[in-house]
């Protein structure tokens, strides 16, 4: 039988007011991007968490949360002086809500000036799968050693969504170690890591 991937978030009917209060969120954590790590990590995963809550919507279908999740989208690869949202937290937002969010996030930072692109999202986008991108991508970027949950949690995310990265990649004549040796990951050893994972 076809593997089924499952939804990465609960659906839901979300009321005026949870849109409101992740809208909130959104707007905060943009307002304390310039603040210290610890706190912009802190109000990252607020807002995660108010997205969730929302059941996977499309911040574009809302209009009280189009602008925020877009201006925090572009303030990956804009400028350091205005505070930068560090890419693990933007994929963890993303991860929060439809996939056309992703798809758009990625257009926006495909387009940035080279050096300011998140490393791995080129690779990611190989897949030509969206969903398969996204998770793929949030999986690369995340920093277990940065207090962003923990290696466990980081291979039993991994260990469910290689069969379909596999039959995905299969179904086109590649394979996961072609696809992983097929990413250039520079002077990331970050990347390299989650990289050298990803093929165990």
């Known amino acids: 039988p076809a593997l089924v991937l499952p939804r990465r978030v609960p659906s839901a009917s979300p009321g005026p007011e949870a849109v409101t209060a992740a809208a909130s969120a959104l707007a905060l954590l943009q307002s304390k991007l310039k603040g210290p790590s610890w706190k912009v990590t802190r109000l990252a995963r607020k807002a995660r968490h108010a997205l969730r809550v929302l059941g996977g919507v499309d911040p574009a279908a809302h209009p009280a949360l189009a602008a925020p999740f877009a201006a925090l989208m572009a303030h990956v690869v804009g400028p350091k002086a205005e505070g930068r949202l560090p890419v693990r937290h933007a994929l963890g937002l993303l991860s929060q809500v439809d996939v056309a969010a992703f798809q758009r996030a990625a257009e926006m930072w495909k387009a940035a000036p080279a050096g300011s692109v998140p490393a791995g999202l080129a690779a990611a986008k190989t897949l030509n799968d969206p969903e398969l991108a996204l998770r ?65």
């Open 136 to 200: 793929v991508t949030a999986l690369l970027a995340e920093r277990p050693d940065l207090r962003d949950g923990s290696e466990d949690a980081w291979t039993k995310r991994w260990a469910a969504l290689k069969p379909h990265v596999e039959a995905h990649l299969s179904g086109v004549g590649q394979s996961l170690a072609a696809f992983v040796g097929g990413v250039d990951a520079g002077s990331d050893a970050h990347l390299s890591k989650r990289l050298s994972r990803l093929g165990a």
